[in-house]
């Protein structure tokens, strides 16, 4: 007996999708963490400098 074309078959188990998350370390050729070091310092000067310069008035 052959089998009859019109026989549904159990369909494979699809997994779910992975989410794959991919982090920069370099922003160019420099380490991200000096980069935000570099900001941050930059950041604090600016502010100092705009307090100082508040209190000199």
């Known amino acids: 007996m052959s089998k009859d074309s019109k026989v549904q078959h159990r ?3 699809q997994h779910p999708p992975t989410k794959i998350i991919v982090q ?7 380490k991200m963490e000096t980069v935000f070091k570099r900001i941050a310092g930059e950041q604090i000067t600016k502010k ?3 307090i100082a310069e508040n209190n000199v008035n």
């Open 11 to 13: 369909a494979t188990r």
């Open 48 to 50: 100092v400098k705009e």
């Open 24 to 30: 920069r370390h370099y922003v160019g050729t420099e």
